[in-house]
């Protein structure tokens, strides 16, 4: 499935013209789907949450916290700059409003055999850099060897599979497979970036740089000033603004990120009117932070859009390399601590639902018992995964909301105490060692010191001793990149299609490499299984059964204390912006679909606040 990994908000893209001798099967298409039909047929003039006649025009200001302290968005090192996906192509483009589809971008056409074993992209003759030099085959071949040997180790894993790529014709190349098990590979390589090799065969990819790289995207940098701003400009007369999967997109003519030193700094920021549009993730903040003048008259509108997004995983983490937190029972016990209830009727003013999955909202998520064809694919495992998995249906820890949490302690005691700890002098220790519980809740941002210490304050009434740090930007990244830390507040996104990017998440191989996204350090065999079961899926409900038993393995493991979700986009913004009719129901699409109303715009600018520049 497409992931948005670290700093990649970048397109995607699928399609191509095939060799003379095709076979039947090896018939050249104008998209992918994962399982079923394309929405779009082939000759398709833009999708149908873009309108083609949008006018181009207009500077979109937006914020970012923290700073930045480079432009490459593909490497471990550094900061990405906001925004710096718009930088670059990808030979596919997902479909916003389809399950797991992907159209021609980079690409013309695609070629997959029926078994799956490789795929073939026909590059587009007209698609060229920003320089004017033309994206060739040589260029892809380069891509993904670079971003697997000197890339994130996302890249690495994600595409694992690929063990061949090569130019097989004057536009085309060619991905080879280790085998056709993957059936979503082909379309998580049309994902690739696509990269000049030209270009960096005289620079070092591996490290940070505030040399805007050179890429093939709908916009450029137009000046860069780390821990201030950064502004992209549009390429006039892009090659692609005429395919039907760029045709009514990318509107604005410049995208400029202004950096705030936290969110309480740039919401009010926002109101002053220092930039236009904020999507909000803080319930506090959309119920109570938007008394403002020009809320009252209009100028600022506030909307509310439900969505089909698959809400995946957010929570505490447990890092399992902490020899405190090896035993289940302790990270079942350090759950019970924490007071959902609570924490959303005082803090969040009801506006949240409990995660109880790691693919919430979707038809992945397990629930209730095992179904039969889920029970055949656990079996195996019986005696390797908790009990619980096969028995019952897993529900986080309730409360009555009132604060009291007494019921819970006395379960996490118990808990404890089976797994040799005992209250000492009024500190939980262990009973053979006599080393006291304590550690770091490592946070990013302040306005999470209001969730944490009251959770931290349960802690103590356990005999634990747990400290609430709140680090920089920068800082926080190093410390995850390394895995310093004891619980932190992480989220594991979905899509409907979860594929290799599990691997990343779960698997033994992640849990050892630097910058992976396995938080946890999950190291298990059983999980290693069950990804690999994920990947394979033969169909779609295979895909749904795998899934739901991979759930229901990581739910009983207790390797995250469930936080909460919404399906909702909560937007303010500026009333100077117009969008299509229809929104696609798996993204937003603000930068990609929106564009600046001119009568709206000049009516705003005679009332709103002037801004600085």
Known sequence: ????????????????????????????????????DLKYPPNFRNFEYADPKAPKGGTVRLSAIGTYDTLNPFTLKGVAGAGAGLLFQTLTVNSGDEAFSEYGMVAESVIVPKDRSWVAFNLRPEAKFNDG????????????????????????????????????????????????????????????????????????????TLEAPLGSGPYVVESADPGRSITYRRVPNHWADDLPVQKGQYNFERIRFDYYRDATVALEAFKGGEYDFRQENVAKDWATGYDSPAVTEGLIRREEIRNEQPTGMQGFVFNLRRPVFADRRVREAISQAFDFEWTNKTLFYGAYTRTRSYFSNSELAASGLPSPAELKILEPFRGKVPEEVFTKEYVPPTTDGSGNMRDGLRRAFDLLKAAGWIVKDRRLVNEKTGEAMAFE????????????????KNLERLGIQAKVRTVDTAQYQKRMESFDYDITVEVFAQSLSPGNEQRDMWSSAAARTDGSRNTAGIADPVVDQLVDLVIN????????????ALDRVLLWGHYVIPNWHIQTWRLAYWDRFARPPVTARYSLGFLNTWWVDPAKDAALRARRPARAN
Not at 441 to 456: D, G, K, M, V, Y
């Open 1 to 36: 499935m497409p992931h948005a990994a670290r700093a990649l908000a970048i397109i995607a893209v699928i399609a191509a013209a095939a060799p003379p001798a095709a076979r039947a099967d090896e018939t050249p298409r104008h998209g992918l789907s994962m399982f079923g």
């Open 133 to 208: 030099s033309p994206i060739t085959p040589a260029d892809v071949v380069f891509s993904m060897e670079i971003l697997k040997a000197k890339g994130a180790p996302f890249y690495r894993s994600y595409y694992g599979d690929v063990v061949k790529v090569e130019t097989t014709a004057a536009h085309q190349v060619k991905f080879t497979f280790r085998n056709g098990d993957n059936p979503e590979l082909p379309l998580i390589v049309g994902q690739l970036p696509v990269l000049s090799r030209a270009y960096w065969t005289t620079r070092e990819f591996d490290k940070t």
């Open 441 to 456: 809740i490592l946070l990013s941002q302040p306005n999470w010191e209001r969730i944490a210490l009251p959770f931290a």
């Open 537 to 548: 899926a033969p169909d779609r409900q295979g895909l749904i059964d795998r899934t739901r």
